[in-house]
């Protein structure tokens, strides 16, 4: 369609504007980029899958919130099997098949056979059952899903409802769910897509004197065929389908799934640590996993490494709009002639975005060293001496915790800040909010999972005081035994010194702190024996001070590999730092001040100091999201294409490219029909309800 | 579909459980909802229309998030030409109407036609317009809406781009749009739904004596026919369509506009206060629009009130699902026979609820005192005397930006409270949330609105620093007289006196605060001469500290209309009271402690008391929501519901109305295919991408 709107062009040029941006800060991008994601070879991969997706129609975003929910699960579908053709196509690995994931940006409704279902059946299945099974998972002859968490019973596995219980004569198990609330629920892949489901039940055998009493042996894993291999349709004894819209994951087939005296062989339960004796019929336990600290750490880590990328690319959006979109002239200005400012130059947008840009690289610092810690442990592992990883490992609850919580709040508060066209679905955030909303609550609940950190360091700390001059383990041994030793005669800290911020004076405050929260905690826990539900809050607060400290102390470690960067990378990062650890401390500058970490004079000063650090930082803002690589194609975003060309690119999809502008509508209530001209008068519409 | 899962029930009666608390509160529901909404008959209002809106099924809300969004304009167009039917047929009045809409909780297509552009018609047509226009746009025989917003432009007025250019011998003015960013952007009802708009353009005139120069005089109103009578489509010369979708308002065309020398007659530009004038061609202005502060008041007044009950509902659902939803059992219990805990007994659950709970009754009574002093002073605005009410017109920016911020993130805040099931569709939260996300940045943005307090408040203590001894004109000149006399000898409260809570010292500890930060902000300012766009977060946190205060004492105000309410309910408002001020002054610890208003025990103390007043509170939390008479067919809700059957609802949902479990897919990649048996292989899908 051409029309007189074809030579409109925007009052102000966005990629000039961008292009100015970029001229103003001598950071070199390439370099910088390298730095944080050279990583196994992470950006000639991304570029290469790039060049393959970007091709293929099918992958295409930008109608995808025009869809229907049952559409978005088609094209979910549609795709994951594009994707398996492609691999096999391009020859790509496992690792282009990550990032291939990454870049389409959707949970696909393969998902959990290739994640849950595997490992499970890897890890927990008998030799046997594995070379009977695996092959089908890997040719995806069959495909998987994991089915634990319950319509009634999410985090507490314990709890579960749903029963394997154990026939000795026919030497089955049959699968009942008692209740509704034993309905599995949630469980990715499982709705309309899965033909196998991994089934955590409750194991119940018979008594051998007593065959009526059943006897309880804990959750158990079994494989279990949920579908007809030719018609997909459930098997008889099996209700299973789709639990309807959520908040996100439009494209994922989350299921539901209620067994009736179902059936299945002995060789159904996953039997490498335990097993039910075929001619006795007991229960036969062959130890449990091992506990596989280092792996869990990985994962951690990615889930930090993730946080970081997703915050990343909301920063990344409202830097570049934030430096094209200007709005009012500065109200000291004495001149009409000046233009409006942009809006990243006013503090109160600043306020909500560079601590945010800032983050990004304290979640990166710490999750490359849980990386590192993991690659370089991985010998001792094996030998069975976990080291350092363990500390790690259980900091890695709280880290989790803070870090999606972290980018979860910060995907909307960068929204907030572009004003009204961050409401809009080309902002580039509707979905990546909606889906990224899961991570607070799912993996562990953000604010019960802290539980597990702040109990640990209520043993470390409770062992220091027992004993002051053992040799530490660990950086918490260290610091419990330096704050024992300091704290009769405590002088808070000051954050500048001689008129610069000392950056060793705020490791040592983020430090402090969370020495002293654990050392209260142990005290009301373990002298005053209080109640470990009425300490929750405590618990919750202490466990974010202590994965503060470790994003602190893992940026500042961090400066020594700086010195490879080329000016004014090294400094500018160095800004990040103060800038993410002053404003964190800002925001929690009470529990500071209570803990006697920092003086009040410090904490009254400090919004003078976060103000002089984003201007510092604010020439450097577009160069800083360009180095995170996020390319346009997974920004899916008009406000933050890397051109500038936000207007052009708003108008053309409304223009264009909407497809609820191609239907005429009959606005008149007298009449009955909606659409104008149209066969059904829209009726269909209605028939749907 | 009859099958097993029939006769299937949760392990534990939701029902039942919500009756248990119910019966462990002595409040008496009806006495407290008539007290917060006996208001001009809204109870009797709400159940009238509900009873009616309740049988229609067009108004069945359960599977709108199944819909495209093309879909989900139809049906909102649909439902707004069926609510002007039913208007008709039930004689209903305008309040009836709006409580319709309110129930109804989507954003109509037929929204701006009622408000924005009959209100700008009535308000600025001269009586000549009016009585051409106004019969037409009674009858709905036009649609209109209102076209200010720019794509480029949006709070800032004077930077529109749109122009009228008069054309003296034609004596018409020429509508264009030099720029893409020119583009109307935004306009509600202009998408796809309005026949007319009032257009906001820059005025341009021809000097008398130069005319190929043109004069500005500034941003005019314009109505303009857009769209042909008969076939609905845009008239020659302007580009119209919806702009696409959005976080949320999916029913609603929020459209774009572009004009291409568009002609209206010299009559289009309303005219009550400016004019070109026929003969002569020369800009006439008959004065400005008196400064309509009453009606603002009640407009702010009612966005407060339109925030509390948006808070409500999502409390509602969050403290009645948390009241059912059971997880883990007490870490130090005993005994194993132990129930899993109600979540809400969770001290980690309560403390993102519970407060939250409490600041629903903090907007209310603000919102009620606008509503009075506006009822009150009505005769003496009239008379041109705006007494105390300027004072509070002022603060309404304060308070529309806080109110909203607090509503908005209290959604999200209690979706996460309620784990996984919180991100279901079935949570009743992601209708509320998208839309009412819009919030914080529409009609003045949360952080720019904020300047017009501070602005106010450094002239307000100016004023006082000059005389001390003035006459107090209002509230705000008694604070900071108070102040001013007090500050060289300031000993900072404590919140705890003799062992129980001081409630009058915490709102003086408010008060001084928010008096402290305006004479920090005078200083600054008037004293030191600072660039007001470098204190623009400083003048941010003064708004809010100001509008807090205000919040606390309009609740404590209240307690004198509680005497009439039965035993428990007035002390329960207490503790409510309580709840939202000390967790107010927790989360802002900082600033309380900078301002000399709290000491710092009282702060480091805060953390014990909320946990008190949490559990003091916890047996009526559910009776509280109660009293906010939410119908289930607003909340729309399977964990809000009102009879607690949340996991049969959800069941229900899943299994027997989600219209994706009515398709079955083939899951192989090795087919192009996605559905088994249909005739197109869902390729029906594809071809829309």
Partial sequence: ????????????????????????????VKELAWHLLGRDGFLERQEKVLKVLSKEKIFKKDQQLNLSRPERYHLGLARAKATQRLIRREGWDHEDYKLAEYLNDEMSPYFLHMSMFVTTVREQGSEEQQSYWMPKILSYDIIGCYAQTELGHGSNVRGLETTATWDPIKKEFEIHSPHLTASKWWNGSMGRTATHAIVVAQLLLPRRDDPTTLTSHGPQTFIVQIRDKKSHLPLEGIAVGDIGPKYGYASMDNGYMLFNHFRVPRSAMLS?????????????????????????????????????????RAVTIAVRYCSIRRQFRDRDSKSPQDDEMKVLDYPTVQIRILPLLATTFALHYTGEYMYE????????????????????????????????????????TCRRAMGGHGFGGRSGLVGLNADYLSKPTVEGDNWMITQQVASYLIKKISEAVKDPHATPKDPTDELFQYYLKNRSHRVPQTVVKDGTIDDQAIVEIFQWRAADLSYRAYQARVVEKKGWTKMMIQLHNLSRAYSEQILVTNFYKSFSTLSS??????????????????????????????????????????????????????????????????????????????????????????????????????PNWRSEDIVMGSGDGGKHVLAKL
């Fill in 272 to 312: 490498r640590y335990a097993e039910v004796a075929d001619e006795t019929g007991a229960f036969v336990s062959m130890g449990h996993p091992a506990v596989v600290y280092g792996s869990l750490t990985y994962v951690r880590g990615q889930i930090i490494m993730h946080a970081r990328l997703v915050l990343a």
């Fill in 1 to 28: 369609m051409r029309d007189f709107t074809d030579h409109l062009k925007p009052a102000h040029d966005g990629t000039a504007t961008l292009q100015a941006e970029r001229d103003g800060s001598a950071i070199n």
């Fill in 373 to 412: 810690l993991y690659r370089k442990s991985r010998e001792t592992i094996e030998a069975g001496d976990f080291g350092p990883l363990a500390e790690l490992h259980s900091a890695s609850s709280g880290l989790k915790s803070l870090c999606t919580t972290l980018a979860a709040d910060g995907i909307e």
């Fill in 565 to 666: 960067l080329s000016s004014p990378t090294p400094n500018v990062l160095k800004i990040c730092f103060r800038l993410y650890a002053l404003y964190t401390l800002d925001q929690a500058a009470s529990s500071f001040s209570m803990t006697a970490a920092v003086s009040p004079e410090s904490v009254y000063g400090l919004q003078d100091i976060i103000l002089e650090l984003m201007a510092e930082l604010r020439p450097h803002a577009v160069k800083l999201v360009d180095a995170w690589s996020i390319p346009d194609f997974l920004l899916d975003s008009a406000l933050g294409r890397s051109d500038g060309k936000v207007y052009e690119e708003l108008f053309d999809m409304a223009h264009r490219r909407n497809p609820l502008n191609k239907v005429t509508f009959d």
